[in-house]
Each structure stands twice: as structure tokens, then as C-alpha cells.
């Protein structure tokens, strides 16, 4: 059984240290179980973090790496299903949603997929067909699952809580969940938290009691990411209104990588607490190994079983990769811009640049969108040629060429046929977008 809670850094639990609030319900499931002081994500965007976590492989693999791409490995939960698990994943966050892949493996799967359930949406292209839905407050669904299927062993159920990360606060507090003006700071950061320790967490404790799992059920916590709180510079967040500066996750400092990992079993040992670096490539190896289904070469996985870690009572060598694709390179875009208009230059292609209406010309902010269309309109453009797009700023992308005319998204064959002979490389597939018709 496993728990992801959205957004939560290492330090911000009570059992980790932290002093504004208590989470004792996490507290306890660490007091009885082992906690892994220095578990690193494999990204700081959760489809990476949580594709990375199911398919114990890193991105170069699964290939999950920004919103349009799909995991391509096999999954763990496939390979618990095929020895007669029924498998389960409810998840509030659409980038961790069917679109991705992530229902692939899941007898059961459920996400948010209408206004009617998702306090949010987000679409990185502007088009409707690639809206994601999301927040969804699945708590009961999640344990009655557990009830009415608890019987039907061995059985994996996976639950993603978006509700911790920033921006749920709003739905929150109009559903009564938070109480406004309490633990408020950082956008109610401490707040979202401690109610998912009270009613998620809590109520998985009364669910064990009441249905006496704890002698066979192994239950995982953790996180898929951290996030920053004001301790380095940033800029907005490109696809947030309003110039949010903090919280956010966008960078490769630990705050924002370092997740927090807790697991329990009766049959491991029991409050412990493990120094040195593990992986969240490491958690399901580690679970398969502990039920007994020997790990394949052809499974190809980049994680390993923590079982002799626990046995030692502490990692070493371990080496920890983490994938940056989601911040916004400013002074990168700008050193590549400046090359490739030197290229149009030499070739003599007829352009027009947007140096004059937005800073540096580039487009990352959301504020961009409208004095650019209204500027390329009066210049009559055919068409529009968006290079060094990546997670954030390809969606204002997107809606640039909706709001212009028509955009089509290369579709998985061209891609591959480019690959193929060269034109682009294999990690960099995801990011290719055309514009046709558009003026």
C-alpha cells in the first residue's frame, strides 16, 4: 500500500524535525516503521518523480519526461498484477493520469476527469483535447477500496493526494477542509499538510484497526517532490497567474528533490532511521524483492532492493539522478535565440522577431501571449517558429498558436521518423511542435 502526497518537502514533517505543526499520524506510521533520511526524486516535476517511482527506472527509459509524452517501460504494477495481484491507483493530479500512462498495470484506476470532481485544469497546448484535470479529495473512495477489497489478497493500491500541493488551498478552504487565517503562511503550505495527516493518514490508522492489516499489509509514505520556499532566487511560474514566486518547485536543490520516504511492515524493522542516499527508483524494487517476485534483467530496472540497506541500518554508494526539464532556462533561451537568429540571418530567411514586445524576446510569462499575437497579426506572419520550448513555457506556446489561427502537434510516427534519420535526438522528441496555417 502506498500514499504520494504532492509537494511535501523532507523537513516539513514533525517526525523530520519541523516545529510549526504537528503531523502525528505520519509521525507514528515513522515511529513504527523506517524512515529514510536522504531519499531523492528522480525530477522536480511529478509525472517524472512518479512514472520514475513506478517503473524503478529514470526517465531516459520510461521516457515520461514532459506533459505530452507517455511512460513506454513496463510497469511494476503490470508485474504485480501478473502474479495475481489486483492492483489499484487513485490519483488527483491529471499529470500523473491515464494520458501519461499511468493507469497501465491498475485493475482499478480512477482520476479526476471533469470540472465536476478537479478544482483545476491545465491544458500545454491550449487545445481542450490535452486538458488535465486537477485536485480531486478521494480520501473515502480510497479506504472504502481498502474495505471492500482487503479480502481479495495480495493486493497493491497506490493513492496520489494533489490536495498538499500549492494552489488546493483555495479548494480547500471553500470545502471547510482548512480553516482561513490558519497555518496561512506560504499559501496555506502548513495547512494542506496537516489535513492530509489528519483525515488521509488518519484514516488509513482506523482502517487498520478496524480491519487488523498491520500483521500483512507493508505501507509506504511518501512524496513525489519538495518544493522552495524563498531559499534561492526564482522567477514566476510561467503557466500560474499572478507572479507566483513561492512555493515552487523548479530547480535541482535538495529542498525541491529530497522526498520523504517511510516504510512499515511488522516484519521489518521498526523506528529506525536510515542515513545516507536511497532512490525513489529504489521503493518498488524493494517491494517486489520483500513479496518474493525475483527482480528480471529484462525488466532493465535503474533501482535496487533497499532490503540489505535495512538490514545495515544505513546506505552508501548509492548515486542519485535527478532531471531538471522543468525550470525555465532564461539566460539559456537567450544565448540560443541569439544563435539561431545569427543562422536565419546567414540563410537569408525573411523573419520576424519579437524583440521589440516582450523582454529579450521571449515569451515566458503569460502576460506575453496577447501584445504578440496583436504585433504578429499586423505583421501579416505565415507562420510562427517557437524553438526551446520546454515544461511551462511550451504551454504559452500552445496557447499562442490556438489564439493565432491553428496548431497541430507532430504525432508520434513523424517524430520517430525524424529520430530516425537524425533531425532530432531521441531525448529531446517531446518538445517538437509545428504550426500550419497560421497567420
Partial sequence: MVI?????????????????METKNIDRIAGEGIVFEKAMSAGCMTPICMSSFLCAQYPNKHTMRLPLCKIQSKTTAQILQENGYKTCFITGNGLVGSKHGFDIGFTDFFEPTSTDVAWDTWSPTGKDADMFYEGWWWVDDYLNWI????????FFIWGHLYETHEGAETALLRDGRIKEGELAEMRYKDARIKVADEQLIGGL??????????????LILMSDHGTGLGEHP???????????????????????????????DNDLPSGIRIPGVVRSVDVM??????????IQDDWD??????????????????????EDLYEYHYEEAKKYKKLIQHKLDEWDVDYVSIDQVTKDGLIYRMQDIDPVISYLNSKNIEAVFAPHCNFGTEGLVGLLGRKLGSMEVWDEKEIDLLVEIGIIARDGREAFYSFHGIR
Fill in 4 to 20: 504520494s502526497l504532492d509537494e511535501v518537502r523532507n523537513d516539513n514533517l514533525s517526525c523530520n524535525g519541523y516545529t510549526k
Fill in 147 to 154: 474495505r471492500q477489497n482487503h479480502q481479495e489478497t495480495p
Fill in 205 to 218: 490508522i482506523e482502517v487498520f484497526d478496524e480491519l487488523k492489516l498491520w500483521d500483512n499489509t507493508i
Fill in 234 to 264: 526564482v522567477n514566476p511560474i510561467p503557466h500560474r497567474s499572478g507572479g507566483l514566486l513561492y512555493p515552487q518547485h523548479r530547480s535541482m536543490y535538495d529542498h525541491d528533490t529530497n522526498i520523504f520516504l517511510i516504510i512499515r
Fill in 285 to 294: 524494487p524493494t517491494v517486489l524483492d520483500y513479496v518474493g517476485i525475483p
Fill in 301 to 322: 530496472f535503474d533501482g535496487l532492493s533497499l532490503l540489505p540497506i535495512i538490514d545495515k541500518g544505513q546506505a552508501q554508494g548509492l548515486q542519485a539522478y535527478s
